[in-house]
């Protein structure tokens, strides 16, 4: 008969041998979920003529969107408060935090909506229904959107470089390089990056 000591160990290596390819699994799982970007925006290639909310005319105007619930948003709004730290001058921000129809003020004005509130030079704005994500034809928290003076469109994406992920990023590096006049990542405009965020249309 096998030793209680043998058995011991025969339990404990059947247990890792279990336990390390779950572990492993959840990690791959959890991985591709923070690599995998949100539904992409179809933005107008001008700027709408009937929206909520008005378009700098000597400044570029930056639109940023958010669900106010959702954790990996806190990363975008901490690469936005860089890219406001290194052109200031050059642009004007608005944050639009979705607001379902009917839901309480408390929801919607989370940490997030004081996050964005303390970042110099940016405006928060409710966006009641998802009116105004609607006509950027936006569906990801995260996505950004860069409109020059002229009303062109010449960034739509996201400014992490994933779920949740703050750091140097390819989205938000393009926006600095435009508004600083310094030659862009790519010669076509708009320039685009993926966004990682929330959708703002699950409950649609």
């Known amino acids: 008969m096998f030793s209680k000591t043998v058995r011991k160990h025969a339990v404990v290596a059947i247990a890792l041998a279990v336990w390390i390819p779950s572990v492993a699994y959840g990690f791959s799982v959890l991985w591709r ?26 400044q570029a105007t930056l639109l940023m969107f958010a669900h106010p619930q959702c954790g990996c948003s806190k990363a975008s709004l901490g690469e936005l408060e860089i890219i406001m730290a290194r052109a200031p001058e050059k642009i ?77 990023n390819y989205g938000r590096d393009a926006i600095i390089a435009l508004l600083n006049g310094y030659p862009a990542p790519s010669t076509t405009l708009p320039v685009t990056s993926p966004v990682f965020g929330c959708s703002l249309r699950s409950e649609e």
């Open 92 to 168: 004007r921000v608005n944050v639009m935090f979705y607001a379902p129809q009917g839901e309480a003020a408390s929801w919607v004005k989370s940490d997030l909506w004081e996050t964005a509130e303390k970042i110099p030079g940016v405006t928060v704005i409710q966006d009641t229904g998802n009116n105004i994500a609607r006509s950027f034809g936006v569906f990801t928290s995260g996505q950004t959107l860069v409109y020059e003076a002229s009303g062109r469109l010449i960034f739509n994406g996201g400014i992490t470089e994933s779920r949740g992920h703050s750091g140097d």
């Open 33 to 58: 979920y923070s690599m995998t970007p949100g539904h992409p925006a179809s933005p107008p290639s001008k700027w709408p003529s009937q929206v909520a909310i008005t378009r700098h005319p000597t």
